[in-house]
Each structure stands twice: as C-alpha cells, then as structure tokens.
C-alpha cells in the first residue's frame, strides 16, 4: 500500500527548534532534507524549518 515510503517527519523552526509543522513525505521522490519557510508563532515571522525526527 505504499506505507514503506511514505514516513511522517516533523518540521523545526531553525530558529528556535520549536516543532510546529507535521508533514508526510515520500522518501523516495526527496530522499534529502526538506527545508521550508514556514510561520513560526514563536519568532513571530518567517523561518526556516527544517525535517527532523
Ligand atoms: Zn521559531
């Protein structure tokens, strides 16, 4: 069913680690790191999250 190369990971404000954003990638398709600007209601702004586990 595809669940092998789907996995759940956790995107952290680089910032300040805050963990804010859960996401489902395909490990297959970006086997790096993904790295997204996102909100962060802790710096207040924009920042870059990256995946984490
Ligand atoms: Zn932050």
Redesign the pocket.
């Known amino acids: 069913m595809g669940l092998k190369s789907k996995r759940k990971i956790v995107m952290a404000?680089?910032?300040?680690?805050?963990r804010?954003y859960t996401t489902v990638k395909n490990a297959v398709v970006h086997p790096v790191r993904l790295e997204l600007k996102k909100f962060?209601?802790?710096?207040s702004?924009q920042?870059l999250?990256k995946e984490t586990k």
């Open positions: 404000c680089s910032q300040c680690q805050s804010n962060c209601p802790k710096c702004g920042t999250h």
